[in-house]
């Protein structure tokens, strides 16, 4: 009776023993399945060291000689970070060139009103001198019929007539080109004004472009630029 009680003893203590195994490699079962997924099966491991996850290609958008490369591969970066520098003398150059370009432009254009106010002017004063040579004719003509003055003086009258009108027909012309270059607008748009803005406002887009800028912060995976 004594030996039974303790086999049936020893075989509960066995039971138990593997009873307490067997849930300790279920529970660890279990939790290495949750490692697996909550963390690793987020991760994608390559043979090569780089992640196909969300990437950004980083490229120039002007041409030009790298002068600077100011982040690596697996550093991180933040957004708007400078990551590569290009040599900025041809753009700073184009720059400036556009620059002048748009400065000389504005001037011409002021100095195409002011010409256009001086047309007017011109074509007031030749009225007045047509007005004037029509006057004369018209005093003198009367006269030529009571001999008071002699006929090459009318002569003379008509002739002035003429050539005043011819030269105010010339000053309306020269006024009507003027004007046609500046009407319609103001300084700043003028059409040649416009353009050369154009250009200047593209010249300094490539200027800034100089810079290669991080478009979102995270790190750099390869970096195929050399200085």
Known sequence: MSDSSNANGGNGKRRGLL???????????????LLWLLVWSQR???DDAYVNGNQVIVSAQVPGTVVAILADDTQRVEAGQVLVRLD?????????KASSALAHAVRQVRQLTES???ADTAV????LDFKRAQADLARRTPLLAANAVSPE????????????????QAAQRQAAAAHALVDGSDVAGNPAVLQARAAF??????ARRNEILAPISGYVAQRNVQV
């Open 116 to 118: 256009a106010g001086q």
């Open 124 to 127: 007031a004063a030749r009225e």
């Open 88 to 96: 900025p003398t041809d753009t700073e150059l184009a720059l400036a």
């Open 44 to 46: 994608e491991v390559t």
């Open 19 to 33: 009873l307490a195994i067997t849930l300790v490699f279920v529970l660890a079962g279990a939790a290495w399945y």
């Open 201 to 206: 406002r593209e010249a300094w887009v490539h």
């Open 153 to 168: 003086e009318v002569a003379h009258a008509r002739d002035a007539v003429r050539l005043a009108g011819s030269a105010l």
